[in-house]
C-alpha cells in the first residue's frame, strides 16, 4: 500500500500542473481552511434552516420576549418573542444569497467590460473605463444606497445596488491584467491562425486572468455581504419582517443598553460570515500569487 | 508638473459632468413624484402643477438638466430643496463641513494605525506581532462599520460612562464616530503597507543597501518604504472615500446631522435636489483627494514625475541618462 502511494506521488510530483500546485498550497494553508469550514458549515446551517427551525421565524411568543440566549431559546428571543436562531438561520439565507448572487452579477459585467476595454483599445477603451470612472468617484457605499434606496427596498433591488457597485473595481482589476496579456505573443499566434475576438478574449485572455477573477470574487463576496447588511441597517434593502442581519441590527438599537445579545448575535454572524470568507480568500491569493511564494 | 496638475484638473471635469447627469437618470427612472411627497397625495392637480412649475419640474430633463448647470457653474447655486424650500446651500454649508472633516479626521487615525503596524507586521514576518496585525487586519474588514459602532458605544459609553452615545456637541462627542470609522479603514491600510513592503523588503537594492553597511533604520525609512509608498497613498486616498461613503451609516448610529444624514432623508423624501447636490459634493470631495494622491505620487516618486513631465528636454534628458546607464551596463560586462 505505502509503496504504491509513494510512486503516485512522485508520478505527480513529475506533472503537476499549476492549479494543482496552487491548490496543494492552499490545502496546506491552515487559516484558509479553516475559514472554508466555518463557512460550509454556516452555508450548510442556513440551507437546513427549515429543517432545525420547523416553525420558521416569524413565530411570535410574547409571553418570552427578551429571553436571553436558554435551552429553549439558545439564542434568545428579540423584542416581539421570536426566536433570534430562527431568524439568524433564515436571515443568512438572504445575506449569503445576495452577496453571492450580486458578487456574481459584477464579476460577469466587470470581466466583460474590463476585457472589452482591454481587448479592443482605443476608442472602446476609453467609452467603458472614462464611464467607470463616473461610478468610481461616487463611493461604493453611497451609490448603493442611491440605486437601492430610489428602486425601493427588496431582495431583488438590493442585489442590483449592491452588485453596480461593484463593478467599476472588478471592469479595472480586469483591465490590468488583461492589458498586459494582449501583448503576449501566443495572443498574436491566435489571432494569425484567425481566430474570433470572442474566443481570444474568452478562450486564451480569460483563463489567464482566472486567478485574478476568483481571489477577488472571494473578496468581493464578504465585501457585498457587508454592503448588503449596511443597505438593510438603514431601512433601504431588505424589508422587515423578512429578516436579515443588518436589518435585525437596526431593529435591535432601542434595545441596545438593556439586551446587548440582541446586538451581538446579528453582527457576530456578518463578521464570521465575512471574516471566514477573507481568510478563504486570503489563503486562495497565496495559492494562486507564485509572487507570494518566496 | 504645472502641466500635469492642469490636465489631470481638466480630465476631471468630465467625470464630474458624467456624475451630474447620472444623479439626473436616477430621477427619471424612480418610481414616485416628488410633489406627492412635497404636497401629500390629496394634493389638487393645479397646485402640484404650481409646485413643479415653482421648482422648474414641469420642463423636459436637458432643459431642466441645463438649468441646473448653469446655475451651479455661473452662481455655485444647487438649488432649492423639494422638501423644506430653503437654499441647499446654506443647509449643505452647516452639514458638509461636519462629515468632511470626520473623514479627515478617521483617515488620519486609520493611516497612524495601520501603516505603523503594516510596516513592522512586514518586518516581524512569520513572528508573533505579524500574526497579531494580520489577524487585526482580517477582522477589520470583516467587521460591519454599525456593529463595530454599537459595540463601542455598549462598552464605552453605556457600560464605562466614558464618552456621548449620540450628538455632536463637544470634542468627546468626535471621538467615537472617527475612531469606529477609522479603526475599520485601518485594517485596509495596513494590509496594503504589509504586503507593499513585503514586495520590497527582499528586493536586491535592499540587500545591496544592506552590504554597504547602511543601517536597518534608514534601509527601512529611505530604501523600503521609499518603494512601498505607492500603494499605501493610494490605499489611503481610496480609505477617505470609503469613509465619506460610509458616512451615511455611522451618522446614523451616532446621529450626527451631517452629509450622510441628508443624503438618506433626501432619498426617503425623494428630494432630488438635496440628493444631487449631496452626491456631487461628496463625488468632487473624492476627486479632489484622488487627484493629491496622484500628485502625491509625482512627489514621492521621480519615475513617476517624470513620465508625467510633458517638457521634451526634460524627457531628453531622462533618455540620455538611461542611456548613459545603459552603456555602463555593458562597458562593465565582461
Known amino acids: ?294 | 508638473m504645472v502641466k500635469y496638475i492642469i490636465k489631470r484638473i481638466l480630465l476631471m471635469i468630465p467625470v464630474l459632468l458624467g456624475v451630474s447627469i447620472l444623479v439626473f437618470l436616477l430621477q427619471l427612472f424612480t418610481p414616485g413624484d416628488p410633489a406627492d411627497i412635497a404636497l401629500g397625495y390629496t394634493a389638487s392637480e393645479e397646485a402640484v402643477y404650481e409646485w413643479k412649475e415653482q421648482y422648474g419640474l414641469n420642463d423636459s430633463i436637458v432643459v431642466q438638466y441645463g438649468n441646473y448647470m448653469w446655475k451651479l457653474i455661473t452662481k455655485g447655486d444647487m438649488g432649492i430643496s423639494y422638501r423644506t424650500g430653503t437654499s441647499i446651500n446654506t443647509e449643505l454649508s452647516k452639514r458638509w463641513p461636519i462629515s468632511f472633516k470626520m473623514a479627515i479626521i478617521a483617515t488620519c487615525i486609520a493611516s497612524a494605525i495601520g501603516i505603523p503596524l503594516g510596516i513592522v507586521s512586514a518586518k516581524n514576518r512569520g513572528k508573533f506581532l505579524d500574526a497579531f496585525a494580520r489577524l487585526f487586519g482580517i477582522a477589520g474588514i470583516s467587521i460591519p462599520v454599525f456593529w463595530l459602532a454599537f459595540l463601542f458605544v455598549m462598552l464605552f459609553s453605556i457600560q464605562l460612562r466614558l464618552l456621548p452615545v449620540s450628538g455632536l456637541f463637544s470634542l468627546k462627542h468626535w471621538i467615537l464616530p472617527s475612531v469606529t470609522i477609522g479603526i475599520v479603514s485601518s485594517a485596509s491600510i495596513l494590509r496594503v503597507t504589509r504586503s507593499s513592503v513585503l514586495d520590497n523588503i527582499s528586493a536586491d537594492y535592499v540587500r545591496t543597501a544592506r552590504a554597504k553597511g547602511q543601517t536597518e533604520k534608514v534601509i527601512m525609512r529611505h530604501h523600503i518604504l521609499r518603494n512601498s509608498l505607492i500603494p499605501i497613498v493610494t490605499s489611503v486616498a481610496t480609505q477617505f472615500a470609503a469613509a465619506i461613503g460610509s458616512s451615511a451609516v455611522v451618522e446614523t448610529v451616532f446621529v450626527v446631522n451631517g452629509m450622510g444624514n441628508s443624503t438618506l432623508s433626501a432619498i426617503n423624501n425623494r428630494d432630488f435636489a438635496l440628493l444631487r447636490a449631496c452626491v456631487l459634493l461628496i463625488a468632487v470631495s473624492v476627486c479632489v483627494i484622488n487627484l493629491l494622491a496622484d500628485l502625491g505620487f509625482a512627489l514621492i516618486d521621480p519615475r513617476v514625475k517624470s513620465r508625467f513631465s510633458n517638457s521634451v528636454k526634460h524627457a531628453k534628458k531622462f533618455q540620455l541618462k538611461e542611456a548613459a546607464i545603459n552603456d555602463g551596463k555593458e562597458k562593465s560586462k565582461p
Not at chain 1, 436558554?70 to 434568545?76: D, R, V
Not at chain 1, 474570433?196 to 465585501?223: A, E, K, Q, W, Y
Request: with cysteine; glycine share 10%.
Open chain 1, 1 to 294: 500500500m505505502m509503496g504504491k502511494k509513494k510512486v503516485n506521488h512522485e508520478a505527480e510530483m513529475k506533472h503537476r500542473s499549476m492549479m494543482d500546485e496552487a491548490m496543494r498550497r492552499l490545502v496546506r494553508n491552515k487559516t484558509a481552511m479553516l475559514g472554508l469550514a466555518i463557512l460550509i458549515i454556516i452555508i450548510l446551517l442556513c440551507s437546513f434552516a427549515n429543517v432545525i427551525c420547523p416553525e420558521g421565524y416569524d413565530v411570535q411568543n410574547m409571553s418570552a420576549r427578551f429571553t436571553p440566549p436558554c435551552k429553549e431559546y439558545i439564542l434568545g428571543t428579540d423584542a416581539l418573542g421570536r426566536s433570534m436562531l430562527a431568524r439568524i438561520l433564515y436571515g443568512g439565507r438572504s445575506s449569503l444569497m445576495i452577496g453571492f448572487i450580486a458578487e456574481f452579477i459584477s464579476i460577469a459585467i466587470g470581466t466583460v467590460l474590463g476585457l472589452c476595454a482591454a481587448f479592443f483599445g482605443n476608442k472602446c477603451d476609453n467609452i467603458i473605463m472614462r464611464t467607470l470612472d463616473v461610478l468610481y468617484a461616487i463611493p461604493g457605499m453611497l451609490l448603493a444606497i442611491c440605486i437601492g434606496a430610489l428602486f425601493g427596498g427588496s431582495v431583488r433591488n438590493c442585489i442590483i445596488a449592491v452588485s453596480i457597485a461593484g463593478i467599476p473595481g472588478i471592469a479595472r482589476t480586469v483591465r490590468g491584467p488583461a492589458l498586459s496579456i494582449m501583448n503576449m505573443e501566443y495572443i498574436e499566434a491566435t489571432r494569425s491562425i484567425d481566430a474570433s475576438n470572442v474566443r481570444i478574449m474568452f478562450r486564451h485572455i480569460l483563463p489567464n486572468i482566472s486567478s485574478v477573477l476568483i481571489v477577488s470574487f472571494t473578496m468581493g463576496v464578504g465585501v457585498c455581504i457587508l454592503t448588503a447588511s449596511s443597505l438593510s441597517f438603514l431601512g433601504l434593502g431588505v424589508q422587515p419582517p423578512s429578516p436579515e442581519w443588518g436589518a435585525m441590527l437596526s431593529g435591535a438599537r432601542e434595545y441596545m443598553s438593556k439586551y446587548p445579545y440582541l446586538i451581538t448575535i446579528p453582527g457576530l454572524s456578518i463578521a464570521t460570515v465575512v471574516l471566514s470568507m477573507n481568510l478563504f480568500g486570503d489563503g486562495l491569493r497565496d495559492a494562486l500569487d507564485p509572487k507570494l511564494k518566496y
